[in-house]
């Protein structure tokens, strides 16, 4: 399974746009990147997955480079309802498990 | 549809004690998970399942156990509780693993072993 390093905290301001990168440099050619968003006392919950180059949804961008030995998760004008964690993962096609690690804990200031 | 569901929700025991947690999904999906969550240690995969009657070891699988009988059960068991067990434990599921199979989680059960 491919580790991910991401920041262990970042703080930012409502309205600014925020860029959470993750590092993972040992990624397999058929592996996914996968970014889930914990509130506090609630369960994790998928936000974007990405293979190559960028998606877009509703909730975030991610934006993947041609070596994608890294990752970037991009939240457009936040506000403080973004405060939670956020977990950067690799989802392999060979294994029934994935690995979520300590994730990035983000906090929006007013 | 209910989604993912726990029960208990919160439950306090004394070491040595035994308990089961209830994990309940109504998607019809094949994979079932059970983590714990410490603080500063994000999500920590206990054991999972790929199908009725199936479990595997995750990476923290000591002084746990769990059972799969009905697809949409999954029941994890501490035989002997200990401190180091206090915990918020959540239950995921997903149709299947890998990529493109979002795991859904549950609202989580706040154990405390004294």
């Known amino acids: 399974l491919a580790k991910t390093t991401q920041p262990i905290s970042m703080d930012s301001y409502e309205g600014q746009e925020v860029n959470i990168t993750c590092s993972h440099n040992n990624i397999a050619t058929n592996d996914y990147i996968t970014w889930y968003q914990q509130f506090p006392s609630q369960g994790p919950r998928f936000i974007i997955q990405?293979?190559?180059t960028k998606v877009t949804n509703e909730v975030a961008s991610l934006f993947i480079p041609a070596d994608r030995k890294s990752s970037t998760l991009s939240l457009p004008r936040v506000s403080l309802s973004d405060t939670a964690v956020y977990y950067c993962?690799?989802?392999?096609?060979?294994?029934?498990?994935?690995?979520f690690g300590k994730g990035t804990r983000l906090h929006i200031l007013p | 549809n209910a989604g993912v569901t726990q029960t208990p929700k919160f439950r306090v025991l004394k070491t040595g004690q035994s308990m089961t947690l209830l994990c309940a999904q109504d998607?019809?999906?094949?994979?079932m998970y059970w983590y714990r969550q410490d603080p500063g240690m994000g999500l920590r995969l206990i054991h999972y399942?790929?199908?009725?009657?199936?479990?595997a070891k995750g990476e923290v699988p000591d002084g746990y156990n769990v059972s799969r009988l009905k697809k949409q059960n999954f029941l994890l068991g501490l035989e002997s509780a200990a401190p180091s067990q206090t915990s918020v434990y959540f239950c995921?599921?997903?149709?299947?693993?890998?990529?493109?199979?979002?795991?859904?989680f549950g609202p989580g059960t706040r154990l405390t072993v004294l």
């Open positions: 998607m019809n999906h094949e994979y």
């Open positions: 990405g293979y190559k």
């Open positions: 995921a599921s997903s149709y299947r693993g890998g990529p493109l199979n979002e795991q859904f």
């Open positions: 993962l690799v989802v392999p096609n060979r294994d029934d498990k994935i690995i």
């Open positions: 399942s790929v199908g009725e009657g199936t479990t």
